[in-house]
C-alpha cells in the first residue's frame, strides 16, 4: 500500500527515532510510522498530557516507548545509540505561543539546546542516513500581509517560541554543514504551522479550544477571528516529513529547509474555520473576540510550499474542508465510542485512498 508518495517498501522494517512522540504530532506519526511497518523508538518527557491522543490511543504500545528530557545529553546519547536510528525525526518541543511569553527562558532551552543535544547525540552514534527536524512556519520575520513566506527569507521573530525555532534553524544549519553532512548524514528542516485533526487536546490550538468548550457547553471565546493561518491536515505535514526524509535517503532531495503548507485559498481567517466547524461539529456558539490581545502575533501568516512541490513532489491532498472534515469526524467517532487507534488507523487507510473512509 502508498500513503501518498510513502511506500510500505521503503519503510518496512526501517529503524526511525522520533523524540516528541507523546505529543499531538508525534502520536500520529507512531501510528502511521506502525502502519509503514517501521520499527519506532520514541522519546519524550516523562509527562503526558491529559488528556492525550498517545494515552488515549494506547500509542505507547506499538513503539519503543522511553521517557527522558531531550536535553539531557547523556540520556538522550544512550537511547539513541541503543535505538541506532537510520531515520531520526525531532518533533519534541515547547510548542505553544502563549507559553512562550509565560516562560521564555524555558521554551528557549528547550527548542534551542533539546536541538542541539539531538543533532550531537546523532553526530556521535553515526548510524543515521537521514535527519529531518520539525520548526514551524513562525520561524520567519514577518513581511506583513499577502506574502507568503519562502525558504530563503529572512529568519526573525516577535515571541519566544518563533525565535526559539529560528534559532534552532541556525543549530541544525550548523550542525549539518559542520559534522552532519561530512559524516554522510542528510539533514533538513521541516517548516509546517497550525496542523489541525483529531485528538489534538493542546492548550491556547483553535480545534482543542472549540471541541472543550461545545462539549462542556459552554461558547468558545475565540481572540483573534480576523487572523488568517496556513491550516493544513496532521497528515498532510506528517506525509511531506517522511517523503522528505525517504528523499534524503535516497539521495533525491537536497538538504536544507522546507515549507509545508496548503494550497493558497486554504489559508483563510480564524472566524472562517469557527464557522465550518459550527457546521461539522455542531454543539455550540462563539462569541467573537477583537483581537485586541494580539500584540505578539501576526494578522497574516502564509508560507510558500512550492520548493517540496518542486523538489519532492510533495503536496497536500487534502484542502481545509476535508482537513476540517476529517478533523471533526474523528471527535464524533470517539464520542460515540470508537477506539481511538482503530479510528486514528481508518482515516490513514482513507487518506491513502485520497479521501474520507
Not at 198 to 208: A, I, Q
Request: aromatic fraction near 8%.
Amino acid at each position: 500500500m502508498r500513503i501518498g508518495l510513502l511506500s510500505e517498501e521503503f519503510w518496512a522494517g526501517k529503524r526511525v527515532f522520533v523524540t516528541g512522540h507523546t505529543g499531538f504530532k508525534g502520536s500520529w506519526l507512531v501510528v502511521l510510522l506502525d502502519r509503514l511497518g517501521a520499527e519506532t523508538t520514541g522519546y519524550s518527557l516523562p509527562t503526558v498530557g491529559d488528556p492525550s491522543l498517545f494515552s488515549a490511543a494506547g500509542v505507547g504500545d506499538i513503539c519503543r516507548d522511553l521517557r527522558g528530557d531531550v536535553r539531557d545529553l547523556r540520556a538522550l546519547q544512550r537511547a539513541v545509540e541503543d535505538a541506532r536510528p537510520e531515520i531520526v525525526v525531532h518533533l519534541a518541543a515547547q510548542a505553544i505561543v502563549g507559553r512562550g511569553l509565560a516562560d521564555p527562558f524555558g521554551t528557549m532551552s528547550h527548542n534551542v539546546l533539546g536541538t542541539a543535544a539531538l543533532l550531537e547525540a546523532v553526530r556521535r552514534c553515526g548510524s543515521a542516513t537521514a535527519v529531518v527536524v520539525a520548526t514551524t512556519d513562525k520561524v520567519y520575520r514577518n513581511r506583513g500581509r499577502g506574502n507568503g513566506h519562502g525558504e530563503s527569507d529572512p529568519l526573525g521573530g516577535n515571541e519566544p517560541y518563533g525565535v526559539s525555532k529560528a534559532c534552532a534553524e541556525l543549530v541544525t544549519e550548523c550542525y549539518r554543514e559542520a559534522f552532519l553532512n561530512p559524516a554522510g548524514i542528510r539533514v533538513a528542516s521541516a517548516r509546517a504551522g497550525n496542523v489541525v485533526g483529531g485528538g489534538d487536546w493542546g492548550e491556547h490550538r483553535l480545534v482543542p479550544d472549540i471541541v472543550r468548550a461545545w462539549e462542556a457547553g459552554k461558547p468558545v471565546l475565540v481572540r483573534n477571528p480576523r487572523h488568517v493561518r496556513p491550516w493544513q491536515y496532521v497528515l498532510d505535514v506528517l506525509a511531506g516529513y517522511l517523503t522528505l526524509a525517504e528523499r534524503l535517503c535516497r539521495g533525491e532531495a537536497q538538504d536544507g529547509p522546507y515549507n509545508f503548507g496548503p494550497r493558497a485559498g486554504d489559508a483563510i481567517d480564524v472566524a472562517s474555520v469557527v464557522a465550518r466547524a459550527r457546521t461539522l461539529y455542531p454543539r455550540g456558539e462563539a462569541v467573537l473576540g477583537s483581537g485586541d490581545n494580539a500584540a505578539h502575533e501576526s494578522d497574516w501568516l502564509t508560507i510558500d510550499p512550492s520548493k517540496a512541490r518542486r523538489e519532492l513532489g510533495f503536496v497536500n491532498r487534502f484542502g481545509i474542508d476535508e482537513a476540517l472534515r476529517e478533523t471533526f469526524r474523528w471527535y464524533r467517532l470517539v464520542d460515540e465510542g470508537q477506539e481511538p487507534l482503530a479510528v486514528c488507523r481508518d482515516m490513514i487507510t482513507a487518506y491513502g485512498s485520497g479521501g474520507a473512509a
